[in-house]
């Protein structure tokens, strides 16, 4: 019989807390049906004197159990806090990761921005500046302002610019959300600049970008997550797809700040009538262009789940590219068998690899040995 093929998966861990304690558990248990030897394990887990890690499997009534594994023969990074020691084991070779480490928002864009196969599809993006400010409000009617290293909707701005007047609306990094109404630019200007110095996270920089008319839903945001995923044979596939519809009056869709999942097609079917499959299928087109550009720059890459905005013209746009995606959109929505798929393929992927890599190595040995 073959001995099980060997996978970690890397998190954040604090004594029994792991990162995302409910997705681990369930990809876990998701990869022992599919009869790997699976474990999860943090930077502080790593032996590398002995070759061995200390892993971490769910107990059948809650908690974890913990013990020594083999040394993984593929990896997968679900690691999402920038810790220092986890940075260095990134950057380090002593895994070969199923997914090679992403970068921040506005890099991202920047990238994307330029590349011919899908720039028709990224709003105008800018790094915040107080005289970039002023050409985007001159120019577009709505104008987004957020951190280049955020997330869950945090510190995200929207300004709306209607008659004489102009609208912002926004959440703090707590949630909280600040409003107002002001009648000249200069006001606005200001407003923005006391935002984004209060805003700020660490070090980091804000983002200026062209709004979409998310407006599908009258007095709500919605926008679309698609989830594409490599598959047990290394290709990419579309998963599944949702729309996340925002709290009314809410500036973002996330479902962390209120934001509520639903059914991709009917919604586009209901806007858009004969047009919704070709909206559809550009949104698809559009998940595989950006997952194999993306690829181009970054290397291997596993799983993407694209914020995409669907304007009311029937227009597509790529709002956000989130390398560790979640799945609650499938869950929410009630569509049991995407949710699977979601949280099986990183698995069926993992596997593959390790079957690859190996085979590599069988035929670079018979080679070898026959030189
Ligand atoms: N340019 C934009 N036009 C319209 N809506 C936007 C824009 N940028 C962000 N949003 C709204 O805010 C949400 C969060 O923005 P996003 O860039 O995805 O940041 P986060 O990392 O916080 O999720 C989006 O899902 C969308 O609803
Ligand atoms: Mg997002």
């Known amino acids: 019989m073959h001995p099980k093929r060997v996978i970690g998966i890397l998190t954040w861990r604090k004594g029994q807390r792991f990162g995302e304690p409910d997705y681990l558990r369930k990809l876990v248990r998701a990869g022992q049906k599919l009869g790997a030897e699976i474990y999860l394990f943090s930077h502080q887990d790593v032996y590398r004197k002995a070759k061995k890690i200390r892993g971490f499997v769910p107990k059948a009534g809650g908690g974890w159990a913990s013990r020594w594994f083999p040394w993984p023969e593929v990896v997968i990074d679900r690691y999402r806090r920038r810790v220092p020691e986890y940075i260095r084991l990134r950057n380090s070779s002593l895994f070969f990761f199923a997914n090679s480490p992403f970068s921040k928002k506005w890099r991202v864009t920047q990238l994307l921005a330029k590349d011919e196969r899908v720039r028709h599809w990224i709003p105008e993006t800018h790094l915040y500046a107080?005289?970039?400010?002023?050409?985007?409000?001159?120019?577009?009617p709505l104008v987004y302002v957020k951190p280049g290293n955020g997330s869950g909707g945090k510190s995200i701005l929207r300004v709306e610019h209607v008659g004489q007047k102009y609208l912002l609306s926004g959440r703090d990094k707590q949630y909280q959300v600040h409003m107002a109404r002001l009648d000249s630019r200069m006001a606005v200007e200001n407003w923005i600049s006391r935002w984004v110095a209060q805003q700020r996270i660490a070090d980091g920089n804000f983002l200026v970008q062209q709004g979409v008319d998310l407006g599908l839903i009258p007095g709500h945001v919605a926008d679309v997550r698609v989830l594409i995923q490599k598959d047990e044979g290394g290709e990419w596939r579309v998963t599944g797809s949702g729309v996340r519809?925002?709290?009314?009056?809410?500036s973002?869709?996330?479902?962390?700040?209120?934001?509520?999942?639903?059914p991709f097609a009917p919604l586009i079917e209901r806007c858009f009538g004969s047009k919704a499959?070709?909206?559809?299928?550009?949104?698809?087109?559009?998940?595989?262009?950006v997952a194999s550009t993306l690829e181009d720059y970054f290397g291997r890459m596993m799983e993407f789940g694209l914020d995409i905005g669907v304007d009311v013209n029937g227009r597509v746009w790529l709002i956000e590219v989130n390398p560790k995606p979640g799945r609650e959109v499938f869950r929410q929505i009630g569509e049991k068998d995407t949710y699977a798929k979601a949280i099986e393929r990183p698995v069926q992927f993992a596997l593959h690899l390790a079957r690859s890599r190996q085979s590599r190595q069988v035929s670079q040995r018979a080679r070898r040995a026959g030189d």
């Open 130 to 140: 107080k005289k970039t400010m002023a050409s985007m409000l001159a120019r577009h």
């Open 245 to 250: 519809i925002g709290k009314s009056g809410s």
């Open 252 to 262: 973002t869709s996330n479902l962390h700040g209120g934001g509520q999942a639903f």
């Open 277 to 289: 499959p070709h909206i559809i299928r550009e949104c698809h087109l559009l998940a595989h262009e």
